[in-house]
């Protein structure tokens, strides 16, 4: 059985809520061993948080990659054009 699939108790929902402040080390210091010390007893929750660990760090990485210089052209004057189209016919 997958473990998402389970209903967690209220203690684990608190500690799901408060993930994300924990994986971008935004807590305190008593927040975060209270959530450490959750992962170590809890397995569904732990594989909870390194699946959105992963995830993260996938997105964070793809977010390196900028766009070809051409592209991004493109894109401004594109903004530029319907900029000027607002300006020009405010409805």
Known sequence: MNP?????????SEI??????????????????????????CGPCLEKYNLE???KA???RSCAEHAPETLRDRVLLRIRQVQVD???DPA
Do not use: G, K
């Open 4 to 12: 998402f699939d389970e209903p967690y108790d209220q203690h684990c």
């Open 86 to 88: 607002i300006h020009i």
């Open 58 to 60: 996938l997105v964070q």
């Open 16 to 41: 799901l809520q408060r993930m994300f402040f924990f994986i971008d080390n935004e807590l305190d210091r008593a927040d975060c061993a209270e959530i450490e010390q959750h992962l170590h007893d």
């Open 53 to 55: 660990r992963t995830v």
